[in-house]
């Protein structure tokens, strides 16, 4: 795997900015937790949709086409979860559960070598 250090800043800066969004949106207690989750998920899969490639170009496709559609549903999720008063189980259980699914899938892609 290569990093590419430019766009991987710039997809921190850009993750760390809808991040900050949401804490400014979210009106209740639970506006730390909701900035920092959407944090980690949003900049783990912006960084390896712009910021990493691989060996073999066909991995790098399927890594970043499954990155950009889980930033996409952590960002519809984030953006849901910015909108309701939720319990901290609720969306721990929720973005934990997607994360995991988006590690699987990247690990299986990445191990497949296609």
Do not use: W
Not at 17 to 32: P, R, T, V
Request: charged share 10%.
């Amino acid at each position: 795997m290569k990093i590419n250090f430019v766009q991987m800043i710039i997809a921190v800066a850009v993750s760390l900015l809808i991040a900050y969004g949401l804490f400014c949106f979210h009106d209740s207690e639970n506006k730390i937790l909701l900035s920092v989750g959407s944090f980690i998920f949003l900049a783990s899969t912006l960084i390896l949709t712009l910021g990493t490639s691989f060996e073999l170009p066909r991995t790098t496709t399927n890594v970043r086409v499954v990155s950009g559609i889980f930033f996409v549903i952590a960002l519809i999720s984030s953006l849901i979860f910015t909108f309701i008063n939720f319990a901290i189980p609720t969306y721990i259980i929720t973005n934990g559960i997607l994360f995991l699914v988006f590690v699987s899938v990247v690990y299986s892609i990445q191990k497949a070598k296609q």
